[in-house]
């Protein structure tokens, strides 16, 4: 997974081809860190079906709120620039976060 911050998000993130999902956390988030495992897993198991990126939040708040972040933990999936999608909240599980990679990927 790609580490994402104000300086590489437009780069790493809205410029990137294809679908590009990230996971934004926080380090003050405990169901983020619960997650945070099983998101790594996934993004190596689905590596080259699309990009993956996380954002720490806790130096990224303008960013996070630029991207309409509410809540964490926040799974966003962009395509072309733009979010085509969005999982968050407590209640969000590795399983749902597998399909909806399944869903965007190539």
């Known amino acids: 997974m790609i580490a994402v911050n104000k300086e590489n998000f437009e780069e790493e993130v809205l410029k990137a081809e294809g679908i590009v999902m990230v996971d934004w956390w926080g380090p003050k988030c405990e169901r983020c860190l619960e997650l945070m495992p099983s ?44 979010k085509i999608d969005e999982i968050s909240g ?12 399944k869903q965007h990927s190539k």
Do not use: N
């Open 39 to 82: 998101v790594e897993e996934l993004a190596e198991k689905y590596q080259g079906q699309m990009k993956f990126c996380s954002v720490d939040t806790s130096g990224s708040r303008r960013l996070a709120i630029s991207q309409k972040v509410l809540g964490l933990p926040a799974i966003l999936f962009y395509k072309a620039g733009e």
């Open 90 to 101: 407590q209640e969000i599980a590795p399983e749902d976060i597998e399909a909806k990679i």
